[in-house]
């Protein structure tokens, strides 16, 4: 099964088209949870109707926003599925890349071994250079090939779930996943994804350039706090070797 978590703060207006789609997605070997993120928007009254399910479209409520990572987690600690995924809600890519980047699953000789991400196609010049500027840096600092962090959709086996260890709360959490994936030597793929405007509202984060720096400061704090755990396991090893 596919347990695929869309965290969803504040997204009101996208709300009817997302379960719409999403309702198109689910059986007996997917399903969807979106977690209200803390949202004070009208975002809970849409989604009471589907707070009783227990399979298919299923709800989470997190009562208080304190992260993306956050929403994201909140979905993974009830996801019932052997493969774990998120994408976003603002529509700006499809949840059905999830179903394309799941098939490969069963096309793997080794599915525990496999991690899955989009690529995104079609996204503004600045976008494309803030990422491949990210990504550079990253695949430097960790010595290991960082491309396209932020992608949507991202998913993974459960086991490599089960083996993260204290995970951030916020956009970090894509490093983070990413990271572990390269760490624990699964093959990476990635499926193409079209990257469409927003229809409604504006990004929660990507509001300027006051913004972005404020992004690549958190992600190049918690770069290093990932680079020192890195080290510091290495050391452990060797200690026990």
Same mark, same amino acid.
């Given at each position: 099964m596919l347990?695929?978590v869309?965290?969803?703060?504040?997204e009101?207006?996208?709300?009817?088209?997302?379960?719409?789609?999403?309702?198109a997605?689910?059986d007996?070997d997917?399903?969807?949870?979106? &977690?209200?993120?803390?949202s004070?928007?009208d975002?809970?009254?849409i989604?009471?109707?589907?707070a009783e399910?227990?399979?298919?479209?299923?709800?989470?409520?997190?009562?208080?926003?304190t992260?993306y990572g956050?929403?994201?987690?909140?979905?993974?600690?009830?996801a019932?599925?052997?493969v774990?995924?998120?994408?976003?809600?603002?529509?700006?890519?499809d949840p059905?890349?999830?179903?394309?980047?799941?098939?490969?699953y069963?096309?793997?000789?080794?599915?525990?071994?496999l991690? &899955?991400?989009?690529?995104?196609?079609?996204?503004?010049?600045?976008?494309r250079?803030?990422? &491949?500027?990210?990504?550079?840096?990253?695949?430097?600092?960790?010595?290991?090939?960082m491309?396209?962090i932020?992608?949507?959709?991202?998913?993974?086996?459960?086991?490599?779930?089960?083996?993260?260890?204290?995970?951030?709360?916020?956009?970090?959490?894509d490093?983070?996943?990413?990271?572990?994936?390269?760490s624990?030597?699964?093959?990476?793929?990635?499926?193409?994804?079209?990257?469409?405007p927003r229809?409604?509202?504006?990004?929660?984060?990507?509001t300027?350039? &006051?913004?972005?720096?404020?992004?690549?400061?958190?992600t190049?704090?918690?770069?290093?706090?990932?680079?020192?755990?890195?080290?510091?396991?290495?050391?452990?090893r060797k200690?026990?070797?």
């Amino acid at each position: 099964m596919l347990s695929l978590v869309i965290p969803c703060y504040n997204e009101a207006k996208s709300l009817p088209s997302l379960i719409e789609k999403c309702q198109a997605l689910v059986d007996e070997d997917v399903e969807v949870i979106l &977690v209200d993120n803390g949202s004070a928007d009208d975002t809970p009254q849409i989604l009471d109707p589907f707070a009783e399910n227990e399979s298919g479209l299923r709800v989470v409520r997190l009562e208080v926003n304190t992260g993306y990572g956050a929403g994201i987690l909140g979905g993974l600690a009830v996801a019932k599925g052997d493969v774990l995924g998120w994408t976003h809600a603002d529509l700006q890519t499809d949840p059905a890349d999830a179903i394309t980047a799941y098939a490969l699953y069963g096309k793997s000789p080794n599915p525990e071994m496999l991690f &899955v991400k989009g690529a995104r196609i079609g996204r503004p010049l600045a976008d494309r250079i803030f990422t &491949v500027g990210m990504a550079i840096f990253e695949t430097i600092f960790m010595r290991s090939r960082m491309w396209d962090i932020n992608a949507q959709p991202t998913l993974m086996p459960r086991s490599l779930y089960a083996a993260w260890q204290k995970p951030p709360t916020d956009f970090s959490l894509d490093l983070y996943a990413y990271f572990q994936a390269k760490s624990h030597r699964l093959e990476i793929q990635r499926i193409p994804v079209h990257f469409s405007p927003r229809t409604f509202g504006e990004s929660h984060w990507n509001t300027g350039m &006051v913004s972005r720096m404020r992004f690549i400061r958190r992600t190049l704090t918690y770069s290093w706090q990932l680079r020192k755990n890195l080290v510091r396991t290495s050391t452990d090893r060797k200690d026990l070797d």
